[in-house]
């Protein structure tokens, strides 16, 4: 039985997300924001096998490193962002000097793309490149949990207001990836609660 827990870290209450299983006290993470103090606390007697990371922004990336270094395991990205990691101006942390850091992490170690499956914990994760919020922008789904980072949100859409944001492929992901999914297969999004692909097709006003 995998658990999924919830982490709302940083300035802007980014969700990170930790996929465990109780039994091999092994786990993932998905999104690891700024302040990570407690997710760092709760990973404690955990074996961590990878950070995967939806997109590069760096409300979803400030906890990368200091996770990384203690938990030794490796990051995954798209390559359409892979030097966002390095680059605060590309990440977006310049944009927000009151934040008072820029954020840059080491590079990752692998490549995410579309129709790629990734095994850990014993389980699979189908990935989606779902651009338009930034362009590498992916989606995680493993089972009938989908992880959509700031694509997908409960009656709302990532925003395309950002450099390399696109609404028109935005609501292509979104229709032609996402909503080809079972109505009841939740959605986890980068920021706010959880919603269902059914609730969304027929309550979204964005899509």
């Not at 310049?94 to 995410?112: D, H, M, Q, S």
């Not at 922008?137 to 709302?156: M, P």
């Amino acid at each position: 039985m995998i658990n999924i827990e919830t982490f709302v870290l940083g300035p802007v209450s980014t969700n990170a997300y930790l996929l465990s299983d109780p039994e091999t006290k092994k786990g993932i993470i998905i999104d690891p924001g700024m302040n990570p103090k407690s997710l760092i606390k709760k990973i404690a007697d955990l074996e961590i096998e990878a950070i995967l990371l939806t997109h590069a922004h760096f409300d979803h990336i400030g906890g990368v490193d200091e996770i990384r270094k203690l938990k030794k395991c490796p990051v995954y990205i798209h390559d359409l962002e892979a030097d966002w990691l390095t680059n605060p101006k590309k990440n977006g942390s310049t944009r927000w000097p009151e934040l008072g850091v820029l954020i840059e992490t080491e590079p990752a170690e692998y490549a995410l793309d579309e129709g790629q499956t990734l095994e850990f914990l014993g389980i699979k994760l189908k990935v989606f490149h779902t651009p338009g919020h930034s362009p590498g922008s992916v989606s995680f789904l493993y089972d009938k949990h989908l992880f959509s980072g700031d694509v997908l949100f409960k009656l709302s859409v990532g925003r395309t207001d950002l450099p390399g944001g696109d609404n028109n492929e935005l609501l292509d992901s979104i229709q032609d990836k996402l909503f080809l999914l079972e109505d009841d297969t939740i959605v986890y999004p980068g920021h706010g609660g959880k919603t269902t692909i059914g609730f969304e097709k027929d309550n979204n006003p964005y899509v």
